[in-house]
């Protein structure tokens, strides 16, 4: 009897979910990001403390850090602790997976057609597939919008929020999302629905809960306001254009998008509906000022993607052989899964953010240390005891101090900056005008390989 429930369509989900979850934990990527995050974690649970003052670098020591991401970096460093980077990038792609399942839920008809509309979706995802805390708030979107249509469940947003406020300060988007529901509820009713706005209000008061209190708001309305820190030094941040390939699928994405809105403008709208349209929206007019926020829209748009074609039938041929055949190839399906996981496991178990001589290499120069933006994240975590000059959290630094930094990496420059703060030692990507600029003016090379160099001025 219970290969009866192993149906085609079962079936197909099955291997569907089994194969996002192997080219998620294949694809995702360890970035400098992750490196000092795993280090706040380690250092949140040895201390007991969520450090919201920078203890890293030695250019601004005890500047204001707003680590609104502190619950992410337990649970990374916690994975890490457990398993090394293989048990890390496990659990990212389990954020990844469970992302995608809650909009295929979302959606109805086919299942077929609905994991065909979620493969469209990945395609304008995989880009940002990284061990950052970015996958919680995607989640956690997703699971906001599942809900939507759930009022028995909606006792759940507060928690929701609560461990989103804690997780990533993008709980500003789940704001954004029961914002809209307010809205489009009293459009609809043509009246206040107080069932919303206590949802909404014991959710906002739920975020207050984390070690910044309203201090997390505050972070993020200043974020919004003055994207060009972002933009300085990362790429992420600058609008989709079509002179970036990785703005591509957002523009696909977005065409298919205002077909389907299109072609469903006659359909019976729910409030939930109505809802998603219009975060959507919003998240389509972020999307065009952000690459970072394509990610958004693309979580918001996939659901309107999704025809509501009826349920076909099922079918008259006999459901225990479908049952027994569908149960021999989940079998092997899971089988191939595991071997890639063991591979991928092996492959990956010794990974380190640096190598042992490119340690020594930085341990044996003394003198104060210039890094670029992208060394920052790993020093932090292979050599604690080395003070930094710079790294991806940004926030501890002024504004004018990361455009210098940029301009000096991209043009070699270095002059000015290097006397400034009486820079000695260097560590940086082998592929930059600056480590051209140093070489060229006699700075002594103790470590090279295809992507980082560490050189001592002479």
């Not at 020591?61 to 609104?68: I, K, L, T, V």
Request: glycine content about 6%; hydrophobic content about 50%; proline content about 5%.
């Amino acid at each position: 009897m219970a290969l009866r429930w192993l149906t085609v369509d079962r079936l197909i989900m099955l291997i569907a979910w089994i194969l996002l979850f192997t080219l998620a934990y294949q694809q995702t990527s360890i970035q400098s990001d992750t490196w000092w995050q795993i280090r706040a974690g380690q250092q949140i649970l040895q201390s007991g403390q969520v450090p919201t003052q920078d203890s890293y670098s030695w250019t601004f020591p005890n500047a204001y850090w707003p680590n609104h991401e502190w619950l992410a970096e337990v649970i990374f460093y916690g994975s890490y602790a457990l398993g090394g980077t293989p048990l890390l990038l496990l659990a990212c792609a389990a954020l990844i997976t469970l992302t995608w399942v809650c909009l295929f839920l979302i959606g109805d008809g086919q299942a077929l057609i609905r994991l065909i509309v979620i493969a469209i979706g990945i395609s304008g995802h995989i880009l940002i597939w990284s061990a950052r805390p970015h996958l919680f708030s995607l989640l956690f979107l997703a699971v906001t919008l599942l809900l939507l249509n759930r009022p028995r469940r909606h006792w759940l947003y507060p928690l929701l929020f609560l461990v989103w406020a804690n997780t990533h300060a993008n709980v500003a988007v789940g704001g954004v999302v029961l914002g809209a529901a307010c809205i489009t509820a009293v459009i609809i009713e043509r009246r206040i629905n107080w069932r919303w706005l206590i949802v909404s209000a014991a959710s906002a008061g739920a975020t207050l809960i984390n070690p910044l209190g309203f201090g997390l708001w505050e972070y993020v309305l200043y974020a919004f306001r003055d994207p060009a820190r972002g933009q300085i030094l990362k790429s992420e941040w600058l609008p989709p254009s079509l002179d970036f390939p990785q703005s591509y699928p957002f523009f696909g994405i977005a065409l298919l998008w205002i077909a389907a809105i299109w072609l469903k403008r006659r359909q019976p709208k729910t409030h939930a509906d109505w809802t998603i349209l219009l975060v959507s929206i919003i998240f389509f007019i972020l999307g065009l000022q952000s690459i970072r926020h394509t990610a958004l829209f693309i979580v918001a748009a996939i659901p309107i993607m999704m025809p509501h074609w009826p349920v076909k039938q099922p079918a008259t041929h006999p459901r225990v052989l479908i049952g027994a055949g569908s149960l021999i190839v989940l079998i092997g399906v899971i089988a191939w899964s595991g071997i890639q996981l063991i591979t991928f496991w092996n492959d990956h178990r010794n990974d380190q953010a640096m190598s042992p001589s490119m340690i020594q290499a930085v341990q044996s120069c003394n003198g104060n240390l210039f890094n670029t933006y992208e060394a920052g994240g790993m020093l932090i975590w292979m050599l604690p005891e080395r003070k930094i000059f710079i790294d991806n959290r940004q926030d501890p630094y002024p504004i004018e101090f990361l455009a210098q930094v940029a301009n000096t990496q991209m043009n070699g420059d270095y002059r000015a900056l290097f006397a400034s703060y009486r820079i000695s030692c260097a560590v940086m990507e082998a592929d930059l005008p600056l480590f051209n600029a140093l070489q060229r003016d006699g700075w002594q090379e103790l470590y090279r390989d295809s992507q980082w160099a560490v050189l001592r001025q002479q």
